[in-house]
C-alpha cells in the first residue's frame, strides 16, 4: 500500500516534469496564458471599481460598471475556454 502511493507521487511528479518542459517550449500556450491572466486583471480591477462606485456613484454609474464586469467575464470565459482547448488537443 506505501509502496503504491510512493509510485503514484513518483508517477506524478514524472508526469508533471514532462509538462512543465512541454508547456514551457510552446508558444501558443504561453499566449494563451497571458491572455487569461489580462482577462483576470481586468476583472479583478472591474470588480474592486464596482465595490467602491457602490458606495456613493450614482446608479447610473454602478450599472455602467456592472455590464462592462459582464463583458470582462466573457472574455475571461472564452480567453480560459481556449486554453482548456489548446491543453486538450496538445497536452501542454
Ligand atoms: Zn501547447
Not at 1 to 12: E, G, Q
Not at 18 to 45: N, P
Not at 55 to 65: H, L, V
Not at 69 to 85: L, M, P, S, V
Amino acid at each position: 500500500m506505501k509502496a503504491a502511493v510512493i509510485s503514484v507521487r513518483l508517477h506524478a511528479s514524472a508526469c508533471l516534469d514532462v509538462w512543465q518542459t512541454a508547456s514551457a517550449d510552446c508558444k501558443e500556450r504561453a499566449e494563451l496564458s497571458a491572455a487569461v491572466q489580462r482577462a483576470l486583471t481586468d476583472l479583478a480591477a472591474l470588480i474592486h471599481q464596482e465595490s467602491e462606485a457602490i458606495k456613493t456613484e450614482a446608479p447610473s454609474t454602478i450599472d455602467a460598471i456592472d455590464k462592462l464586469i459582464e463583458e470582462a467575464f466573457g472574455r475571461k470565459e472564452r480567453a480560459i475556454g481556449a486554453f482548456y482547448q489548446h491543453r486538450g488537443e496538445r497536452g501542454c
